[in-house]
DNA sequence: CGGAAGCTAGTCAAGTTTGACTAGCGCTCG
DNA sequence: CGAGCGCTAGTCAAACTTGACTAGCTTCCG
């Protein structure tokens, strides 16, 4: 349910074996601090907390000659599963949000093609019927006919606001459906060294 | 810096007296935990803080006949400060997001309507600039020469779906300044009984 | 009438996030 | 050469959020 989950699994996922500090700065490169919250204390508490759910798991801890000692951590099996659903659903499904949707984007290419198209279709047709029960919820916003303070008028603001962003996201989405289409991105059933797909 | 604080406080400057229970009921009528977080504990944790910070004071322990006991808040002198701080803060300041953003709505009326527009203007000169340096951020990202992970392609993809939703955000933003400069909504320097303004 | 459901009002422990802090090492520059 | 800066790597307490839980009262419905 968290992006910082999902981004640290992916991340650790992508170099085969890393430690905290090097997904620290790979997340930095990706420039996820800006959008979803990547400080230093969320990068080490996730690893941990996936290490725990034995979704990651510790291969040693080195002492590096420079600086402090390092603990490297690999994906498991289950991790492996679990890092595919999230994917999944955080492309799929608008109603994890747009920090959940960023968090997915740096592992698409680790999907097969058709399978990445598919399952932003599926973001779309759920986006744009979110749109409509947004559409008649600012048609139904009333001014209420008793003094309390009701639901007041800028209610529909929020939600017009909130529907020009949906209806750009949806623009956006079908652009990228259609570069993807026309072979845009080397895909993991293009090639195995796709960007994201772990080593060796 | 959190929404919730400038909800709650909002929340019970606008009735003048509030327990927590009504700052619940009001900002579920907002559909604040559409987009905000604000789950109950939340609520009842702001109350408490804020109370600490001296910005809203107890009022009242009422014996309520029907339910527990409730604890009755008002703003105070700094809570007033506070409160216009934040408001305009969350207005013209796009880097405070979306959430801060929504968080403040509620409370527009409060404000004069000349202050308003310019705080809107304002906001749309920032989102503006935000846009440009993003899209010099997309015309630099090039694919690394060296082998290591790198900034990949996906990051180009963020930084256009990032695009797209400010573009969205300011065309909205212009419609709402041109709507309010041809004299929609009722504000504080129109009448005092505009919405949001505390009774009495 | 009885009891299931729902509303009022709030608490609490567990989990998560924040960002300031430590501490060693290398590099640079006067 | 040594003082200061910046990088590597990570810890930690304090703050915040989550959502399940309590507990009394009212209302509905057969």
């Known amino acids: ?3 910082t989950r999902l981004l640290v699994l992916g991340a650790v996922r992508t170099r085969g074996e890393a430690h905290g500090y090097q997904v620290r700065q790979d997340l930095l490169l990706w420039a996820a601090d800006q959008w979803a919250n990547v400080k230093p204390g969320s990068i080490y508490h996730a690893l941990k907390k996936l290490a725990a759910d034995h979704l990651l798991e510790e291969v040693t801890t080195q002492e590096s000659e420079l600086g402090p000692d ?12 679990e890092f595919f ?4 659903k955080a492309l799929s499904d608008p109603e994890t949000g747009p920090a959940m949707f960023n968090a997915a984007l740096p592992f698409i290419t680790t999907l097969d093609r058709g399978n990445l ?3 932003l279709k599926s973001r779309i047709q759920h986006t744009k019927a979110g749109a409509d029960s947004t559409r ?3 048609d139904n916003t009333v001014a209420p006919e ?8 800028h209610v529909r603001e929020m939600f017009t606001y909130w ?3 949906i209806q750009a996201e949806v623009r956006w989405l079908e652009d990228l459906v259609a570069r993807l289409e026309a072979g845009e991105y080397v895909f993991a059933d ?11």
């Open 1 to 3: 349910m968290s992006a």
């Open 70 to 81: 390092r603990v490297v951590y690999r994906i498991t099996q289950q991790g492996e599963g």
């Open 85 to 88: 659903f999230l994917l999944n």
């Open 117 to 119: 198209i598919f399952l």
């Open 136 to 138: 008649l919820l600012i």
């Open 146 to 153: 008793n003094g309390q303070p009701g639901k007041p008028p």
């Open 163 to 165: 529907l020009v962003t």
């Open 190 to 200: 293009d090639s195995p060294a796709a960007f994201g797909n772990p080593p060796h």
